[in-house]
């Protein structure tokens, strides 16, 4: 049974699915197991999956990797749920089916981890171009969140985010199907009391589409203004308040 389980969900993601997989071939830790969580895709995504199944097959690793299949386009939030009730390891990860990891990434990670004790980490990450060069943005990370700090900073970013099932129960970390489901997930968790603790390193290659950058920040815009309102349950007025600071970290982040 592998140490620490990656939850990959796949949509439509052909073109980068197999440049993320190698990134986790290449940790240096390599007690791993990478569960890929296919959502019903319409391009060639399933084809490059098996290319994939079929290389480590060959290579004698076919227990290091799994398909697993929604069955029906269900959504990222679900597709990561399929991933999180079927792990084995004790430690849960996340990587979106078109990000990269740094060969360090789980190393470090986990040392951090045992060294602050901690049930759920996140890591600093670089933005990068289509074709997964990073291009010297670099998100830096605080040294811990609580759900207070979380409400006014979304910088905790998916695939940089880690859990340590011996320390918190996988119901907890389910997510819900709601618009940016992972932001929710993160205030869920830490509303439970729990800490989430930043590694400030660029351990993550986050791609972004230069061609929809203007339409995911006015649709970031609305999903948070959501979770505020119609998750939380908050007020116009705090609503308000912590997305102010939303915001003004979304731009710092950017320049």
């Known amino acids: 049974m592998a140490e620490v389980s990656v ?63 929604t069955g029906e386009k269900r959504g990222a939030a679900a597709a990561r749920n399929v991933g ?18 740094e060969p360090p990434k789980l190393k470090m990670q986990l040392d951090f981890m045992h060294k602050m004790n901690a049930a759920f980490s996140f890591t600093g990450y670089e933005f990068a171009d289509e074709t997964g060069v990073g291009i010297d943005k670099i998100v830096r990370v605080p040294q811990k969140m609580s759900y207070k700090d979380a409400l006014k900073n979304t910088t905790i970013f998916t695939s940089t985010v880690m859990f340590d099932t011996a320390k918190i129960d996988k119901d907890i970390i389910m997510m819900p199907d709601v618009p940016s489901e992972d932001t929710a997930t993160w205030w869920k968790v830490l509303k439970e009391g729990y800490t989430a603790y930043g590694l400030n390193r660029p351990l993550t290659l986050y791609r972004r589409s230069s061609g929809t950058l203007s339409s995911n920040k006015n649709e970031a815009i609305k999903r948070i203004w959501n979770l505020y309102r119609n998750v939380e349950g908050m007020g116009i007025l705090r609503s308000a308040w912590c997305f102010s600071f939303y915001a003004l970290h979304a731009v710092w982040r950017r320049l």
């Open 7 to 69: 939850i990959i969900p796949v949509h439509n993601a052909g073109r980068f699915i197999e440049d993320t997989v190698r990134s986790v071939m290449a940790e240096t830790y390599s007690d791993w197991e990478i569960l890929l969580v296919e959502d019903h895709s319409t391009d060639n995504s399933l084809k490059c999956i098996g290319y994939i199944m079929e290389e480590f097959q060959t290579k004698g690793l076919e227990g290091r990797i799994r398909l697993l299949m």
């Open 84 to 101: 999180i009730e079927a792990a084995e390891g004790r430690y849960i990860t996340f990587l979106d089916a078109d990000d990269l990891w």
